[in-house]
């Protein structure tokens, strides 16, 4: 009996635009679970103001640098969020 093989449709047309939502989703990823560190270690008291200035300006910046990314490659920001099927969304719904 054969087993299924799985089998990758790609369209020559969108394969750059997808491969590029696909790195921006995993990039937000990241840059989200950074954040939520981020604020972790600032709630606890374990940061001094200077580094959560410097922490906050540097998340604003990549936050800013994300959306020009999104832009550049025709990524709506919502698009990143990828639907896992029954385990929801990768990304948390704002």
């Known amino acids: 009996m054969d087993t299924p093989r799985w089998r990758v449709a790609a369209d020559p047309d ?29 709630e606890q008291g374990n ?13 604003m910046r990549l936050e800013g640098a994300m959306a020009d990314l999104c832009e550049r490659f025709d990524v709506a920001p919502e698009d990143l969020n ?8 990768l990304l948390p719904t704002q």
């Open 14 to 42: 969108t394969v750059e635009r997808d491969l590029s939502r696909l790195v921006l989703t995993l990039v937000e990823l990241v840059r989200q679970l950074v954040e939520r560190q981020c604020v972790r270690r600032m």
């Open 47 to 59: 940061l001094t103001d200077e580094q959560i200035e410097v922490l906050g300006v540097t998340l």
């Open 82 to 89: 990828l639907d896992l099927g029954p385990l929801g969304t």
